[in-house]
């Protein structure tokens, strides 16, 4: 069998979000990247559909090291509600919803900013659309929208390296590349979430902790001169790495893909370890893109 190889990969930017069990009006983050967050970045870029099985990717030992763990934030979020334009199309395609709300009123009232009459409390397209079964028109079972509030978190100002650790480092190679060339946007866990800067750091032999140890601390400032900073010493941060099998005294996240869809996919359990990182005294720098 061949020896192990580590992929490394900064993940770093204004904003991450990282959900384990968030849903619907509560959006959770992790404290760290997630294992399924972290390959469906990797799917994305390699250009995989979301039906496409991950095949060797979902067999990646994954380690990630909290070089700047970040602060928590909280958005208060509201979608929908207030007033917005009433659309003739909204007229035409449905006849209940031509009926109960399309009064003389509203069809006879001054021209707004679009030039159509506007209702209150009515938001986007409809919901609950079906076809009626008497004249096949599409109507929809709610008329009224008012706002959803929603409780967001992310984490701000965050940096992570993660490891993926395989044998085949040819895979790891083409991981790399597709990181920086990806066929698709990436996002660090949600589309408000854009990385910043260099994201594959290499592929270099050994484990996920020895990788972890021999590698500075990843840099919080560009270098203008062209020299790499000089490594920060004496800081010990954490770094939680996967385990190929349960032993005791290991945590659990249910964050193992299966596969990924559009009914928000499959994970199942996997198991790590957390470890403080003592940085050797001859880590290699970093000459990267911040």
Partial sequence: ??????LLVRLAGPLQSWGLTGRFARRDTHTRPTKSGVI???AAALGLSREEPLGE????????????????????????????PLRPRDLLTDHQRAEKTATASVLNAEPGPFGRGELEAWY??????????????LISGEIRR????TERWYLADAAFLV???HPDAALLERIAHALEHPKRLLWLGRKACPPSGDLALGVVPGTLREAFETHALLPENPCYEGEPPAP?????????????????????????????GADGGVHS?????????????HARGWDIIL
């Avoid at 990717?57 to 917005?84: I, M, Q, S």
């Avoid at 986007?124 to 028109?137: E, Q």
């Avoid at 800081?235 to 099998?245: D, F, G, L, Q, T």
């Avoid at 359990?269 to 403080?276: A, D, K, M, Q, S």
Wanted: charged letters at 20%.
């Fill in 163 to 165: 490891g993926l650790e």
């Fill in 146 to 149: 008012h706002a959803l509030i």
């Fill in 57 to 84: 990717l979902a067999e990646v030992l994954f380690g990630v090291r909290a070089d700047r763990p970040g602060t928590p934030l909280r958005d208060y979020h509201t979608v929908g509600g207030g007033t917005y």
């Fill in 232 to 260: 920060e010493t004496g800081v010990r941060p954490w770094a939680w790495i996967e385990s190929p099998r349960p032993l005791p005294g290991m945590g659990a996240l249910s964050d193992q893909p299966v596969r990924f």
């Fill in 40 to 42: 469906g970045l990797c």
């Fill in 124 to 137: 986007g397209s409809p919901k609950y659309v079906t076809a009626d079964p008497a004249s096949g028109a």
């Fill in 1 to 6: 069998m061949n020896d192990p190889h580590v």
């Fill in 269 to 281: 359990l996997r198991w790590e370890t957390r470890h403080r990182i003592t940085i050797a005294s």
